[in-house]
């Protein structure tokens, strides 16, 4: 239960679980607290121990210069070191600093890698069970492995062919498409999950896990079938704030060796991932002449340029060129 939020004291003292707090007041992200709080915890350590309020903007930029320079990271690191110290001053020690001289990484964001769709469903193939099913939306509907597994059966409306997409990146909610070839594996996928759930109630179990705010607001909901996860993990568990024996939802690592497993086994020797289903169905939709607009919507993106890289993925290259060798 890695993604649930670890507990913090109701007056904390230590200065990271302070920031914590302070992420989780403004409704940040897990995810993004896990990394505004690594970056910071880098910042201090930089600068031996010293305090961030003894310090500013010249020592920002020192740190930013050092990640550029030293560790060579990408523009795209650099930038979400960047916002975490921004966080860091502006929100949380109120010392927002003015504009600073640093030097950009000069290593761009890679093209990302992209399976044909031959290979996609080749990889597919190579699945069974749910971690099959799994990789079909993730190359169907363009979800990230996190949101893929952490789906609940409330999100899937198969009336609309919509699957919506709860506290995705940035807790930002989204539509995409649910696959129509889908709904009868996802309707069996939800009859096992609704006698497994029987099961729990029965045994004294199936209280799922649901954020505070929403437990809050539906304080019974934790034990109905609409919020349960579609891919349930086998085991039960101790939620780690509560205690409570809960069953929780798939872990994360066991699909990443599952699709890994499949990408070996069906010979293809791309830098791939479970990440790469999600790239090869945006570049599947500009290969069909979906608009970027539209494309972003469904990837959840929350700037075009996001979504714009795909357009250097495709055969042809983002602006239709072909090459002498291919013409007749």
Avoid: C
């Avoid at 696959?179 to 009868?184: E, N, S």
């Amino acid at each position: 239960m890695d993604d649930i939020p670890p507990p913090l004291p109701k007056a904390p003292i230590k200065f990271l679980d302070r920031v914590r707090y302070e992420i989780r007041r403004k409704g940040l992200s897990l995810s993004t607290e896990k990394t505004y709080v690594y970056w910071i915890r880098l910042y201090i350590r930089f600068h031996k121990m010293r305090h961030p309020e003894d310090m500013g903007g010249d020592e920002v930029a020192e740190f930013l210069h050092f990640l550029a320079i030293e560790r060579r990271v990408s523009s795209n690191t650099q930038k979400t070191a960047l916002n975490a110290l921004v966080f860091l001053y502006r929100t949380f020690l109120n010392q927002p600093f003015e504009g600073i001289d640093i030097t950009l990484a000069k290593y761009p964001k890679r093209v990302p890698t992209v399976f044909s769709h031959a290979e996609a469903l080749g990889i597919i193939d190579q699945l069974r069970g749910s971690y099959r099913l799994m990789a079909q939306l993730m190359y169907g509907a363009g979800l990230r492995v996190s949101e893929t597994y952490r789906l609940r059966i409330k999100d899937i409306d198969f009336s609309a062919n919509v699957i919506f997409v709860m506290f995705s990146k940035n807790n930002r909610h989204r539509r995409t498409v649910l696959p129509v070839a889908l709904k009868d594996d996802l309707s069996a996928q939800i009859q096992k999950v609704a006698a497994l759930h029987t099961e729990d109630l029965r045994d004294g179990y199936g209280h799922v896990y649901l954020p505070n705010a929403l437990a809050r607001k539906y304080p019974n909901a934790d034990k109905e079938l609409a919020w349960q996860y579609l891919f349930p993990s086998s085991n039960i568990a101790p939620d780690p704030i509560s205690g409570v024996l809960r069953r929780h939802h798939v872990h994360s690592r066991s699909v990443q060796r599952a699709v890994k497993a499949a990408i070996r086994r069906e010979g293809i020797t791309k830098h791939a991932s479970p990440h790469t289903f999600r790239h090869s169905f945006a570049t599947r939709l500009l290969e069909n002449g979906y608009d970027l607009r539209t494309i972003q919507e469904l990837l959840g993106h929350a700037d075009i340029s996001t979504t714009e890289i795909y357009t250097h993925v495709l055969n042809k290259g983002g602006r239709g060129v072909r090459s002498p060798l291919d013409s007749a």
